[in-house]
């Protein structure tokens, strides 16, 4: 099947510097990917649509100036959590459409930031 | 949004019973969902699929049951396994190519 895949795995950054977080179709192109948010023992929660080439459409709630999106290629999508505060601690997951064979929403394997 | 973010309820079964994980989806209008399994500290993994037009479907030892009248779903797990323990998370989208909502989730623990 498809493979989403992300970097890094995990993160750990003092309060008040940006952490960029890369999510990669590895077989497929993906013209949207999502990216998604998990607190601990909760479900997943949708941040925002990532369009390549065009600008992100964020879902209500999530500060767009704050989770900045970029979809440079069709294989590459980028969260940068800017000026991140320990709240922003979470596990952020991306996934993406694929067309290879059956068309189904693939998930990265996640992304744990901590911040201090 | 339609995610809810609520602590998960959870479920335990003897091992070689069979599961059952109920979903309750808040969209008329949704027409694909999907079942993932998700492991602590992973991303979900894909289970089972089903399309608004399907009623049930089924693979290698689970089911998917789809209610449309009262927007429930189901995921039926035959002889559970240890290696099935995992929260369980239905997700729905209206038309391929869009967002997922995901449901509150269920942990799943399965008792040798």
């Known amino acids: 099947g498809a493979v989403v895949s992300q970097h890094p795995s995990r993160v750990i950054c003092k309060s008040g510097t940006s952490v960029k977080i890369e999510c990669r179709s590895l077989d497929f192109q993906a013209t949207t990917m999502f990216w998604y948010r998990q607190f601990p023992k909760q479900s997943l929660m949708l941040m925002a649509t990532?369009?390549?080439?065009?600008?992100?459409?964020?879902e209500q709630g999530v500060e767009k100036d704050k989770f900045l999106i970029n979809h440079a290629s069709l294989t590459l999508s980028t969260l940068t959590v800017t000026s991140a505060h320990p709240e922003d601690s979470s596990f952020y997951i991306c996934?993406?459409?694929?067309?290879?064979?059956?068309?189904?929403?693939?998930f990265g394997p996640g992304t744990r930031l901590l911040v201090l | 949004g339609e995610s809810v973010g609520l602590h998960l309820p959870t479920l335990s079964v003897q091992e070689g019973d069979n599961s059952i994980i109920n979903c309750a989806y808040s969209n008329s209008a949704s027409d694909y969902f999907i079942w993932y399994k998700q492991e602590s500290g992973k991303g979900p993994q894909f289970i089972i699929d089903?399309?608004?037009?399907?009623d049930k479907r089924q693979g290698q030892r689970v089911t998917v049951l789809l209610n449309k009248t009262v927007k429930h779903l189901s995921l039926q797990i035959a002889a559970t396994q240890p290696g099935d323990s995992a929260v369980y998370f239905c997700a729905e989208t209206v038309n391929t190519g869009n967002q997922f909502y995901f449901g509150t989730g269920t942990s799943l623990t399965v008792i040798p």
């Open positions: 996934s993406a459409w694929g067309l290879a064979g059956s068309e189904t929403q693939y």
């Open positions: 990532s369009n390549e080439g065009s600008k992100a459409t964020y």
């Open positions: 089903i399309r608004s037009n399907m």
